[in-house]
């Protein structure tokens, strides 16, 4: 059965901290990203990762910065969080290669900033 | 530029009836459409998906539709049980960003008794 965990269901921060996002997948995937879900707005793509120490900044990557050291994790960093950054956040991966395929998701982290 | 959107932010059905959920799209790279499902403090969970190749495609009591000259597609759950309340998110991928999903931003689906 695939996994996708994620380090926290719910995080409560205050503003101008640094916010360490884990995420981890045991599916051997190539592909990993980050999403924000905000009510009204979907999910936008924060920053994604084709391969470990690879990067891409996804929609709205301002705020955010990312670390892929091992295949299986990708970390979603706040340098400085704002309450702006308040949101449901989410992480997936996929296979690699020209096959469609689902990305699969992780729980979830709410997180709040204050 | 909002490149998927799902102009009805809620639906509400009797259980039994048919529900139908639709999505429009702009960019015509797309050529793969993916509908997720999404229970409140869970990540989303892949339902159906469907190729540019194809119009249709049946999974059970799901079906997605796809109509490439409007840009359009639709989720039809028949019949639909209370389970089913959640919110839905249409998805697309193009060309070359095989793995690059972008969103709609949900229909939230609520099936009563």
């Known amino acids: 059965d695939v996994k996708v965990t994620q380090s926290s269901r719910y995080l409560v921060k205050r503003t101008g901290e640094k916010v360490f996002l884990e995420c981890v997948q045991d599916?051997?995937?190539?592909?990993m990203f980050w999403y924000r879900q905000d009510p009204g707005l979907g999910l936008r793509l924060i920053y994604f990762?084709?391969?470990?120490?690879?990067?891409e900044k996804g929609d709205i990557p301002e705020g955010y910065s990312v670390s892929r050291e091992k295949k299986e994790r990708f970390s979603l960093i706040l340098e400085s969080a704002s309450t702006n950054q308040t949101s449901m956040y989410l992480c997936?991966?996929?296979?690699?290669?020209?096959?469609?395929?689902?990305?699969?998701f992780g729980p979830g982290t709410r997180l709040t900033v204050l | 530029d909002q490149q998927v959107k799902q102009n009805s932010p809620s639906l509400s059905v009797q259980e039994g009836r048919i529900s139908i959920l639709n999505c429009d799209y702009t960019n015509s790279m797309f050529d793969y459409f993916l509908w997720y499902k999404k229970y409140p403090a869970e990540g989303p969970t892949f339902l159906i998906s469907i190729s540019s190749i194809k119009d249709k495609n049946e999974d059970g009591r799901f079906t997605v539709f796809l109509n490439k000259s409007a840009k359009h597609l639709s989720l039809h759950i028949v019949p639909s049980q209370p389970g089913d309340s959640a919110v839905y998110f249409c998805a697309a991928s193009g060309t070359g960003t095989a793995s690059k999903l972008t969103f709609g931003t949900g229909t939230r689906l609520q099936v009563t008794l």
């Open positions: 599916m051997d995937h190539e592909n």
């Open positions: 990762s084709y391969d470990v120490k690879m990067k």
């Open positions: 997936a991966s996929i296979t690699g290669g020209s096959g469609y395929n689902e990305q699969f």
